[in-house]
């Protein structure tokens, strides 16, 4: 059982950086993948950001890449999410996910979920 524990949400201003982080990939560990997603009222949840645990190939949605980071911690439990240069279009709760085995974008083939963290951008 893979249990996904987040943390590292909050407000910040536009401009500014948050990291996000989450435990409990460590199960995952050989062929899986860590991933990060986000969803606003009403909208479907979208991927941001993946890493497949046995090439660590990471992959970024268009309206992130360059500005947000999706790394793991040395024991590969923990996955981050580096943010910066955060916009106001970046609110939204973010999710943690796992997936075993394999790595794919769409948020229905991830198993396992993390409980959510709130992100709000704002002046």
């Known amino acids: 059982q893979v249990r996904l524990t987040e943390s590292g949400g909050g407000s910040v201003q536009p401009g500014g950086s948050l990291r996000l982080s989450c435990e409990g990939f460590a199960s995952i560990e050989g062929n899986g993948c860590m991933a990060w997603f986000r969803q606003t009222s009403g909208k479907e949840r979208e991927q941001v950001a993946r890493?497949?645990?046995?090439?660590?190939?990471?992959y970024y949605h268009a309206s992130v890449k360059g500005r947000f980071t999706i790394s793991r911690g040395d024991t590969k439990n923990t996955a981050y999410l580096q943010m910066n240069w955060l916009t106001p279009a970046d609110s939204a709760v973010y999710y943690c996910?796992?997936?075993?085995?394999?790595?794919?974008?769409?948020?229905?083939?991830?198993?396992?979920w993390g409980q959510g963290t709130q992100v709000v951008v704002s002046s």
């Open positions: 890493l497949y645990t046995v090439t660590d190939n990471k």
């Open positions: 996910a796992a997936r075993v085995p394999g790595c794919t974008s769409r948020a229905q083939d991830f198993d396992y």
